[in-house]
């Protein structure tokens, strides 16, 4: 097992590409003053944002663009990100397609989850032509997550057309490995700490994260 200094461990081979899916998170906040988005509903949406930002839509090897796409910070390595269609269940594929390009194998990715980072069980009713951002994420912390706080929280209405990473998200995309009870929180914390840029929001976003953690796992309160 390979061992990255702010997050444990990582399976062996995928650290790479890990690390560099985290760092798109980390360095698109320190660039924009925002987290990324992670959900637009309506293509149109997801292009805008790409041309704002100067940014460029680039095919997936084995998709049709109404399916995934790779969206790429073409004036600097500060974005690099899979976006999939959600009604697509092929959101694994994409991902192994667009670690390919990055020169890390399937089987590299084979302990790590293809994840939505917004739910696709989040999405309420109405909702259409959505697409969602992917990231490779750690099997504990991944399907721990879904089970103990996305299957609680309230649907996305269907006047929303953007979501960005929240700080819930963090916890989930930046750790190998969930806080298995209330007395983890804090440890876990200084691990999603230990991944972002320090910058005049960053305390207030961890102490933002660890409320919404605990809050929805309905343990302590800060």
């Known amino acids: 097992m390979a061992q990255h200094k702010t997050d444990g461990k990582l399976p062996s081979g995928s650290t790479f590409y890990t690390v560099m899916k985290r760092m798109d998170v980390d360095l698109y906040h320190a660039k924009h003053g925002v987290m990324p988005p992670a959900m637009f509903q309506g293509f149109a949406n997801l292009e805008a944002w790409v041309d704002k930002r100067r940014f460029e839509l680039r095919p997936l090897d084995g998709f049709a663009r109404d399916e995934a796409v790779n969206v790429v910070d073409k004036l600097g390595r500060t974005y690099d990100g899979i976006w999939v269609e959600s009604a697509s269940d092929r959101y694994r594929e994409a991902m192994i397609a667009h670690a390919k390009l990055h020169g890390t194998s399937e089987t590299d990715m084979s302990q790590l989850d293809a994840d ?5 069980a989040c999405l309420g009713p109405g909702m259409a032509d959505v697409w969602l951002a ?80 605990k809050a929805a796992r309905k343990w302590t309160a800060l």
């Open 116 to 120: 939505h980072v917004i739910n696709r």
């Open 134 to 213: 992917v990231m490779p994420v750690g099997l504990s912390s991944n399907r721990s997550f879904g089970s103990a706080i996305e299957k609680k929280l309230a649907k996305i209405d269907a006047s929303t057309s953007r979501v960005d990473i929240g700080p819930l998200q963090l916890m989930k995309i930046l750790l190998v490995n969930s806080p298995a009870d209330d007395t983890r929180v804090d440890a876990k914390i200084l691990e999603v700490a230990g991944q972002l840029e320090d910058g005049p929001d960053k305390a207030g976003l961890i102490a933002e994260a660890q409320a919404a953690y």
